[in-house]
């Protein structure tokens, strides 16, 4: 089969450089999407090799399905370079996934966006569209570190907080990391269990100004608590995320769960790999996703390793650390 060529031009000031990447390491990230799984270990083979020249980026692919996916991946770059001012790895790493197996789609690749974020997986796709359905009031995303669970479900708060589809976003996770009693602890409520929820802050802080989060805070339309102050509660007109429920006991669960009121949605995270208690068959975060899932209403959204939208040797950490679990437990 004959080698298929084609010559994309960017000419628009920045766009090419922002596509191309800092020493042109976007466009390594795209060929290797292209490698051939079946090459000989230290001889890698692509079926698509990239080659910039100024403002112009020469293909060359083995079959026009290539060529075509290529182009698609270079145009939402493109398009977000003109919308963006810059393209981060993510990004591209985003466009390769949302280009495979779409190749002659006559459609625009689109980075799908949420609060300004840009998701990177399907399974984001998937969890945000769950997170905005106001006919599913239960979700469950499970799964490794760095998937994006908590902060899209933060994102995904904020924009029903600020299109006043809830009255309030609830944030909640059991305090057992540190293996201390909150009593024991200094400063108020808050005081106590901000140092627990930091990457719930930072994820707010995103979406939001400072002095925004301050004031929302301060009018109680962004709340904080531990697991264990939502005894009693009925949480109505809220979107409420239960944030690393691993750590909650199978009792705890049911008691937050069946906190949710009139016109309340709930989004439930965590990894059923990391749980803290001491004994992990009393997690109740895998227990209530056994016995709900088939739940109308209730969706659970199941992240893998390939999801993990961190560093990209976090991924392969992370994997790595399953096999050796794996082989541990199996010996």
Request: hydrophobic share 40%; charged share 25%; aromatic share 4%.
């Amino acid at each position: 089969m004959s080698e298929q060529t084609r010559t994309i031009a960017l000419s628009e000031a920045g766009v090419a450089q922002a596509v191309f990447g800092p020493l042109h390491r976007h466009l390594a990230l795209i060929q290797e999407a292209f490698r051939d799984p079946n090459a000989p270990r230290g001889t890698p083979s692509y079926s698509v090799t990239l080659d910039a020249q100024g403002d112009k980026l020469i293909v060359r692919a083995h079959t026009v399905a290539d060529l075509e996916r290529v182009q698609r991946i270079v145009d939402a770059l493109a398009d977000q370079a003109r919308r963006k001012g810059k393209v981060r790895e993510g990004e591209v790493q985003a466009a390769i996934a949302f280009s495979e197996g779409d190749s002659e789609s006559a459609v625009p690749l689109r980075l799908p966006q949420l609060g300004g974020l840009t998701l990177r997986t399907p399974r984001q796709v998937h969890y945000v569209e769950a997170l905005r359905d106001e006919n599913i009031d239960l979700i469950f995303g499970v799964g490794p570190a760095g998937t994006g669970k908590t902060f899209l479900a933060v994102a995904a708060a904020v924009e029903a907080l600020k299109q006043e589809r809830v009255d309030r976003i609830i944030v909640t996770r059991p305090a057992v990391e540190a293996g201390e009693k909150l009593g024991y602890l200094p400063g108020d409520l808050s005081e106590k269990v901000d140092p627990y929820l930091q990457p719930i802050w930072d994820a707010f802080r995103g979406q939001m100004g400072e002095s925004d989060l301050k004031a929302r805070r301060e009018r109680r339309q962004i709340e904080v608590a531990p697991l264990a102050f939502m005894r009693g509660r009925t949480l109505s007109n809220a979107f409420v995320i239960v944030d690393e429920a691993q750590n909650a006991t199978q009792l705890q669960m049911k008691m937050v769960l069946t906190r949710l009121g009139e016109g309340s949605r709930m989004v439930v995270t965590g990894d059923p790999s990391q749980v803290d208690l001491p004994r992990t068959d009393q997690s109740g975060l895998a227990h209530a996703v056994s016995i709900l899932e088939e739940v109308r209403g209730v969706e659970v959204i199941r992240f893998a390793t390939q999801d993990v939208v961190r560093h990209r040797l976090v991924a392969q950490i992370v994997e790595a650390y399953h096999r050796d679990e794996g082989a541990r437990g199996g010996g």
